[in-house]
T-cell receptor
Framework: NAGVTQTPKFQVLKTGQSMTLQCAQD?????MSWYRQDPGMGLRLIHYSVGAGITDQGEVPNGYNVSRSTTEDFPLRLLSAAPSQTSVYFCASNPGGGAYNEQFFGPGTRLTVL | GESVGLHLPTLSVQEGDNSIINCAYSNSASDYFIWYKQESGKGPQFIIDIRSNMDKRQGQRVTVLLNKTVKHLSLQIAATQPGDSAVYFCAEMASGTYKYIFGTGTRLKVLA
């Protein structure tokens, strides 16, 4: 299994541009989530999904959209990039089916917005 | 809002010594706690977890202690090795929410 994969690894955008960060998992996990990590801070939850067709907001959802059309994929869309969205973005998944499960993280996407 | 925090941002220990990393949480409804290790340029990696019906859980060279009375969580690493150098995060979750709340992290430096 490849686990959780993210593309791209690095991205530079100009203010106002849009883009999609890709996340995929091949473990048939129900639960997937997106976090951002800023320097000197922990991870903050952006959006999450408990299954295909179901998404919900996390702690910092503004400026981001998600969809979950398949179990495997959970893309994160930046509609109009802002410098405040410069961060490292991590996607994670867990089997779901209950609260007490290990989360598996992807390697991250480092985004810079100029 | 509810938050998880850490007492020490940086911890330096001698190789071979034991390390203790602490974490305070504020959401009394949280019933699941996890420790993650994050090496530079990588995603967080699961170390150990504990449910609120337990006070202690042991893994390989790691032990997590939970004190619900004072809302405190600790990670003990025995015989710390250079490969343990990383940032360690605690996270909490209330069952049914699927929302993991992370602390800010503690950097562990292992001195040779």
């Amino acid at each position: 299994n490849a686990g959780v994969t993210q593309t791209p690894k690095f991205q530079v955008l100009k203010t106002g541009q849009s883009m999609t960060l890709q996340c995929a998992q091949d473990m048939n996990h129900e639960y997937m989530s997106w976090y951002r990590q800023d320097p000197g801070m922990g991870l903050r939850l952006i959006h999450y999904s408990v299954g295909a067709g179901i998404t919900d907001q996390g702690e910092v959802p503004n400026g981001y959209n998600v969809s979950r059309s398949t179990t495997e994929d959970f893309p994160l869309r930046l509609l109009s990039a802002a410098p405040s969205q410069t961060s490292v973005y991590f996607c994670a998944s867990n089997p779901g089916g209950g609260a007490y499960n290990e989360q598996f993280f992807g390697p991250g996407t480092r985004l810079t917005v100029l | 809002g509810e938050s998880v925090g850490l007492h020490l941002p940086t911890l330096s220990v001698q190789e071979g010594d034991n390390s203790i990393i602490n974490c305070a949480y504020s959401n009394s409804a949280s019933d699941y706690f996890i420790w993650y290790k994050q090496e530079s340029g990588k995603g967080p990696q699961f170390i150990i977890d504990i449910r609120s019906n337990m006070d202690k859980r042991q893994g390989q060279r790691v032990t997590v202690l939970l004190n619900k009375t004072v809302k405190h969580l600790s990670l003990q690493i025995a015989a710390t090795q250079p490969g343990d150098s990383a940032v360690y995060f605690c996270a909490e979750m209330a069952s049914g929410t699927y929302k993991y709340i992370f602390g800010t992290g503690t950097r562990l430096k292992v001195l040779a």
